[in-house]
């Protein structure tokens, strides 16, 4: 094994560690009802979802236009610039002392759109490219999903577990975001 093969194994695994405990942190921490009260914002999740769809994705294609890049580089710039509902969101939301339930309530709208946008509209981005929604779906519910619904039901039977727990899991998804 390579020291490159060792890094990209630490990263693999400290980013899913990363998602997967800053998912439970987050439904330790959050109601339904509060992570859900952002969705009734119809301005809100109207300029989010814009925002998310349409300018960033617009800006990636500009980008890959203006600036002269390898096609890997490209490939990688409209991929970011597609795929929203990143994980990370709530956690840079909860650093700078943000709404941190708007976050993961707006996380939680953008990553279902980006299920059914993606295979539509990468395609359109990236000719030859093909994009299963069951792939991506299946990634988001493994890795995103499941661990925010156990920490949802945690919440809602046990809510001293949930807190203790939830202070734990930001603890690790902190360490494991630096690490990655």
């Not at 990263?11 to 990363?18: D, E, Q, V």
């Not at 109207?46 to 617009?58: E, H, K, R, S």
């Not at 299920?115 to 890795?143: H, M, R």
């Amino acid at each position: 094994m390579t020291i490159s093969d060792f890094l990209s194994s630490i990263a693999g695994i400290s980013g899913l560690l990363f998602v997967v405990t800053s998912m439970l942190a987050m439904s330790f921490s959050l109601s339904l009802q509060q992570m859900t009260q952002p969705l009734k914002n119809t301005r809100l999740v109207i300029l989010a979802l814009l925002a998310n769809f349409v300018l960033v994705p617009l800006l990636a294609f500009g980008i890959i236009k203006l600036i002269p890049l390898d096609e890997s580089l490209q490939i990688g710039v409209i991929l970011f610039g597609t795929a929203a509902g990143s994980p990370f969101i709530p956690k840079m939301v909860q650093g700078a002392k943000g709404n941190v339930a708007n976050a993961v309530g707006l996380m939680f709208l953008t990553m279902v759109v980006t299920i059914f946008y993606l295979p539509i509209f990468l395609p359109l981005l990236l000719p030859g490219v093909e994009v299963s929604s069951w792939d991506i779906a299946k990634s988001l519910i493994v890795t995103m999903l499941i661990p925010m619904v156990i920490g949802m039901l945690i919440k809602s039977h046990s809510p001293d577990v949930a807190d203790h727990w939830a202070s734990v899991m930001n603890k690790i998804s902190t360490v494991s975001v630096l690490i990655l």
